[in-house]
């Protein structure tokens, strides 16, 4: 086995098993781009986690003081948005509740269905001002079904919308927090610790 001063920043990756899409970006850095070069220009805290993992246990076991005070740092982060989060998010209420318009949508066909199951029944019948009668009111209840889940699917649309805005924000958040994360554990161990290591 090379030692790591010798391969570069895409052998160890291949050699670590990295995913497909840290290996294209070590791929990125160049041939002559190092382990060490890597550990320098990657701003993904689960990254740089996930190398540390990669280390010789003794290494691992010298670095843990350091690792803790970045993860402590993390959490914390965490924490603090996750309440910031809690306080006024009224969307929430209602985002992840229950998706009615599929129930307003199966109650609209079955008022259409017994508007016209009425319709047929008494049109049949001798009696055609009843029929038209229970015919009308049986019409008059699709059409209150119908706009109400065009109500509702209205407000599903509106969830969806929201859906997709918090889906687009955790997203940018998400990535502004491995930024993050990278910041702190550049912060506790700003070079490569396995440098000439097997």
């Given at each position: 086995?090379?030692?790591?001063?010798?391969?570069?920043?895409?052998?160890?990756?291949?050699?670590?098993h990295s995913?497909?899409e840290?290996l294209?970006?070590?791929?990125?850095?160049?041939?002559?781009?190092?382990q060490?070069?890597a550990?320098?220009?990657?701003q993904?805290?689960d990254?740089?986690?996930?190398?540390?993992?990669?280390?010789?246990a003794?290494?691992?076991?010298?670095?843990?003081?350091?690792?803790?005070?970045?993860?402590d740092?993390i959490?914390?982060?965490?924490?603090?948005?996750g309440?910031?989060?809690?306080?006024?998010?009224?969307?929430?209420?209602?985002?992840?509740?229950e998706d009615?318009?599929?129930?307003?949508?199966?109650?609209?066909?079955?008022?259409?269905?017994?508007?016209?199951?009425?319709?047929?029944q008494w049109?049949?019948?001798a009696?055609?001002?009843?029929?038209?009668?229970?015919?009308?009111?049986?019409?008059?209840?699709?059409?209150?079904?119908?706009a109400?889940?065009?109500?509702?699917?209205?407000?599903?649309?509106?969830?969806?919308a929201?859906?997709?805005?918090?889906?687009?924000a955790?997203?940018?958040a998400a990535?502004?927090?491995?930024l993050?994360?990278?910041?702190?554990?550049?912060?506790?161990?700003?070079?490569?610790?396995?440098?000439?290591?097997?």
């Amino acid at each position: 086995m090379k030692a790591e001063t010798s391969e570069s920043a895409y052998e160890w990756g291949i050699r670590h098993h990295s995913c497909p899409e840290a290996l294209a970006w070590r791929k990125s850095l160049g041939p002559e781009a190092t382990q060490a070069d890597a550990w320098l220009q990657c701003q993904r805290g689960d990254w740089l986690l996930w190398q540390l993992g990669r280390l010789p246990a003794a290494t691992q076991k010298r670095l843990r003081p350091a690792v803790q005070r970045a993860v402590d740092r993390i959490v914390a982060r965490a924490i603090r948005r996750g309440v910031r989060a809690l306080r006024g998010n009224r969307e929430q209420r209602w985002l992840f509740g229950e998706d009615r318009s599929a129930l307003a949508e199966v109650a609209a066909a079955e008022a259409a269905s017994v508007a016209a199951a009425v319709w047929h029944q008494w049109a049949e019948a001798a009696a055609w001002a009843e029929a038209a009668a229970s015919a009308e009111a049986a019409r008059a209840v699709a059409w209150e079904a119908a706009a109400a889940t065009a109500e509702v699917a209205a407000r599903a649309r509106a969830m969806a919308a929201a859906r997709a805005r918090v889906a687009a924000a955790w997203e940018a958040a998400a990535w502004e927090e491995l930024l993050l994360q990278a910041r702190d554990i550049h912060r506790e161990i700003p070079v490569w610790p396995g440098e000439g290591e097997p």
